[in-house]
């Protein structure tokens, strides 16, 4: 079973910051795009950032400007640090390996169902 795997995440107080990191099979790593869901409760899974390996990156508006999605190819590595962390960004934080090109970024819509793995998730809460 493929596995990705999942770290960080936490409780934090609005204002501060958290990340988390994935790690992934290397030939998971090098075929698909890596992102970052969330699925807060009672609500859709829905995408937050993704990342490229020719360093193209994508973001949900809602994380513009502070969040930042990088990638350790050397690990098969993918990272989400969150900043100025809000209470609606509370959620259960999925990693993605994402079957999109990166010049396909702004024609087509980063939905779960191009999503061909997901790992376990990670909690990130935010207190008001």
């Known amino acids: 079973q493929v596995q990705l795997v999942e770290s960080g995440g936490g409780l934090v107080q609005a204002g501060g910051s958290l990340s988390v990191s994935c790690a992934a099979p290397?030939?998971?790593?090098?075929?698909?795009?890596m992102g970052w869901f969330r699925q807060a409760p009672g609500k859709e899974r829905e995408f937050v950032a993704a990342?490229?390996?020719?360093?193209?990156?994508s973001y949900t508006n809602s994380v513009k400007g502070r969040f930042t999605i990088s990638r350790d190819n050397a690990k098969n590595t993918v990272y989400l640090q969150m900043d100025s962390l809000k209470p609606e960004d509370t959620a259960v934080y999925y990693c993605?390996?994402?079957?999109?090109?990166?010049?396909?970024?702004?024609?087509?819509?980063?939905?779960?169902?191009?999503?061909?793995?997901w790992g376990q998730g990670t909690q990130v809460t935010v207190s008001s």
């Open positions: 993605a390996a994402v079957d999109l090109r990166s010049f396909q970024i702004g024609r087509i819509p980063i939905t779960a169902n191009r999503v061909q793995y």
């Open positions: 290397a030939f998971i790593f090098s075929r698909y795009a």
């Open positions: 990342s490229w390996s020719d360093s193209s990156t």
